[in-house]
Each structure stands twice: as structure tokens, then as C-alpha cells.
């Protein structure tokens, strides 16, 4: 009895989960590997979503604690709305609701979490003052709706936590006026945008915008 109960359960999970095309399987495996190998997410830091539908809201992405350097497209997991995993093995990562949350306020298509070495030492640097002023680069029109290097852009910074819940909260009133992407102190980037590849080029720019600040925090200090 209990046998068949656990096949109807498999039958209806199966059912209600939508199937990842191949290849939106290879583009998030690509893109996270692409992202490994320029060091934003060393060890098994960093996570990376893509939406496959929005209502009801579920992510195809990478199971909690693998290496995103080595991690294969049949491996990547699907995720519903309250964090469960629809298929595949292993368990979605803690900061999965985080995902959930920024899509729900954003329409993102995908969202990309790095560990960068800027990211996390600027971010808390910059703590108290909760974000990073940065403008007048050419760089910045790389950002959704920006056409000029004549503007400037305010990334959102929040306290640490390891209560996914006290970080959506914390970010959920900046989320829209946000450039696509806010930093969490000590700890990295968070960047979205419509689909796969605008976040790629939102994570990017705000991960080379961040460099330039960090060296040139550096070289102040030399001359
Ligand atoms: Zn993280």
C-alpha cells in the first residue's frame, strides 16, 4: 500500500514538474563553469538559477555543495516555489528561497551568486553606508536602460545572515530600484536579469565595476 502510495506521489511530482529543455540545461552548466573558471565562485561557493516557468514558480540550478566548476547538466536539479526539489538528486541549496524571492519581486529570468574577491571585501567595506556609489564609468551601460557613462548607480548592501528569511527581508524594499544585482557584507554578489544571458552580462559588468573600485581604492593608497 505504502509502496503505491510513494509511486503516486512520484507520478503526480512528475507531472506537475516542468521538463528543462537540454539546452537550458547546457546554458546554465556552461555559464556556471565559465563563471568557476574566472574565480567568482571557489570551492562550492556561489549558486545559479534559471526560471523554467513562473507560475507556479520553478528554477533549474545546481544542487547544494557541488563544485559549479565541474557540475553537469543532468545534474542540475528543479526546484519548486517553496524550495522542494521536483527532480533530479540532491538537495537545493540554503539559499534558494533567496533566489525565489528576487525573481518573485523582479520577473528576473535567471539569478547569478558569486563569491568574488571584490564583491566580498568591498561589500564589507562598505557596509555601514549600505551600498557602493559607483559612476561615470563606460562600463555602466552595460546595465539594463543605462546609455551613458554620464550616470551612476548605487548597489544595495546588506548584513550577513544565515536566516535566508532576515536577507529577503532586508533586501526585499531595495529589489526594484536595484541595478540588477545587491551584495550581502562579507559574503558576495547577487546579479539578475530577463533571461540567462542578461544576468551573465549584469553579473559581468557589476563584478568589473567592482574591480575597478576595489583597484582603485589600492592605487590611492600607493600615490
Ligand atoms: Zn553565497
Not at 526594484?176 to 540567462?196: E, I, N, Q, T
Request: aromatic share 4%; charged share 20%.
Amino acid at each position: 500500500m505504502q509502496r503505491n502510495l510513494f509511486f503516486l506521489y512520484r507520478r503526480c511530482r512528475d507531472l506537475r514538474t516542468v521538463n528543462a529543455s537540454r539546452t537550458q540545461r547546457d546554458c546554465l552548466a556552461e555559464v556556471m563553469q565559465g563563471i568557476h573558471k574566472r574565480g567568482w565562485c571557489d570551492g562550492t561557493g556561489g549558486n545559479f538559477s534559471v526560471v523554467l516557468q513562473h507560475q507556479p514558480l520553478q528554477l533549474l540550478m545546481a544542487p547544494s555543495g557541488v563544485d559549479k566548476g565541474q557540475v553537469r547538466a543532468d545534474q542540475l536539479i528543479v526546484v519548486d516555489q517553496i524550495c522542494n526539489v521536483l527532480q533530479g538528486e540532491g538537495k537545493a541549496s540554503a539559499e534558494t528561497s533567496l533566489h525565489l524571492r528576487i525573481v518573485e519581486a523582479t520577473q528576473a529570468g535567471a539569478v547569478l551568486h558569486t563569491h568574488s574577491v571584490a564583491g566580498t571585501v568591498l561589500s564589507r567595506h562598505y557596509e555601514g553606508k549600505r551600498g557602493i556609489l559607483l559612476e561615470g564609468w563606460e562600463m555602466l551601460k552595460g546595465l539594463v536602460g543605462i546609455k551613458t557613462h554620464a550616470t551612476s548607480i548605487n548597489i544595495p548592501i546588506i548584513s550577513n545572515s544565515q536566516s535566508m528569511q532576515e536577507l529577503g527581508d532586508a533586501i526585499a524594499p531595495s529589489l526594484k530600484s536595484a541595478p540588477c544585482g545587491f551584495l550581502v557584507a562579507g559574503h558576495g554578489l547577487y546579479a539578475w536579469g530577463a533571461d540567462l544571458e542578461a544576468s551573465k552580462q549584469h553579473l559581468e559588468i557589476l563584478e568589473f565595476l567592482l574591480k575597478v573600485k576595489l583597484t582603485q581604492m589600492q592605487i590611492a593608497h600607493q600615490s
